[in-house]
């Protein structure tokens, strides 16, 4: 790989997030060892951008730091990610209820078009997995953005980070995606009605069987 070219966010930045997409991808698997001197020879970079680049990435939990052993990629157990589901589900299901009961018509027809998308990347005999990955993590973005709460979505994001670590082992069981689909319609129908309540208890319900399926 060539060296890494300044653009106008700092280098560190730029590998963090190529550090995190890699992650992401499993091409560096949870519990794996991160061999700074070669990733630094890799992209073409000393090493200090690169520990900065791990720091930004421990501080989001992707990493873990260990004396005197280096950076590794985290390991979630299964109560880190009960935690996690825990916390999305308590922020979101609030999310839900605050955009059911004030959102515009416009905002609406946002979360539908969504929706809609969602619905055509999972077609019977013809699911996109990787596209209903995508469309769902938009569409729960798109809802938190308009409940509009900066420093829940903040939360949410990071949340979100690490729930990947983990999201291969839960949408890709066998029928998770159109139970998900369902979940997701429930929600929509509440949001729709104007009934706060009950897109609230979708949502929770929607978390806790993510739970159940990643587990």
Not at 93 to 122: F, I, K, Q, R, Y
Not at 190 to 195: E, L, M, Y
């Amino acid at each position: 790989m060539s060296a890494l070219t300044l653009t106008p966010r700092a280098l560190y930045e730029e590998v963090a997030e190529l550090l995190r997409q890699r992650i992401f991808n499993r091409e560096l698997e949870p519990g794996s060892w991160i061999d700074e001197l070669k990733l630094a020879d890799e992209y073409g970079i000393s090493r200090t951008p690169l520990r900065e680049a791990l720091k930004v990435l421990a501080a989001e939990g992707l990493v873990t730091m260990k004396v005197r052993r280096g950076a590794y990629v985290t390991e979630v157990s299964d109560k880190d990610l009960a935690d996690v589901y825990h916390l999305l589900s308590l922020l979101e299901s609030d999310a839900a209820g605050v955009v059911a009961a004030s959102a515009s018509d416009a905002e609406l027809a946002e979360l539908d078009a969504l929706h809609a998308e969602l619905e055509a990347s999972a077609e019977p005999g013809h699911v996109d997995r990787e596209r209903f990955f995508e469309i769902n993590e938009r569409f729960h973005m798109r809802l938190l953005a308009v409940a509009d709460n900066r420093w829940r979505d903040q939360m949410v994001a990071d949340l979100r980070k690490v729930m990947k670590l983990n999201r291969h082992n839960s949408l890709l069981k066998s029928g998770r995606i159109a139970e998900s689909l369902k979940e997701h319609r429930s929600v929509m129908a509440a949001i729709r009605a104007r009934d706060a309540g009950a897109a609230m208890a979708r949502m929770r319900e929607h978390f806790a069987n993510g739970l159940e399926a990643a587990g």
